[in-house]
Nanobody
């Protein structure tokens, strides 16, 4: 079965950096859409960043453009989210997700993603 395991979360001060990792296993992920989402207390899960494993384009939420970078290591089947210039409003549980539908056009809708990790907590202090 597909398994996604996030790691790298923690507590940092505003302006600091973290790198989240998502280790994907269970099958080949070529053609999959891979995304990062986050959910703060009392709020709905929101899109952060995504890419298609076999593609070249990346997509970012407006709130994180210029600060976050999504990347991958094909040999390790691992997706990364480099987060710089962190702000208190970035505090949330961050989830890795995968969508096996290779024909899907949209990248930002959480309901389109089939597989989810358990999440990793990111807390940014002021």
């Amino acid at each position: 079965q597909v398994q996604l395991v996030e790691s790298g979360g923690g507590l940092v001060q505003a302006g600091g950096s973290l790198r989240l990792s998502c280790a994907a296993s269970g099958r080949t992920f070529s053609g999959y859409r891979m995304g990062w989402f986050r959910q703060a207390p009392g709020k709905e899960r929101e899109f952060v960043a995504a890419f298609r494993w076999s593609g070249l384009s990346t997509y970012y939420a407006e709130a994180v453009k210029g600060r976050f970078t999504i990347s991958r290591d094909n040999a390790k089947n691992t997706v990364y989210l480099q987060m710089n210039s962190l702000k208190p409003e970035d505090t949330a549980v961050y989830y890795c997700a995968a969508d096996p539908n290779q024909a899907r056009t949209f990248y930002t809708r959480s309901n389109d993603y089939v597989y989810w990790g358990q999440g990793t907590q990111v807390t940014v202090s002021s």
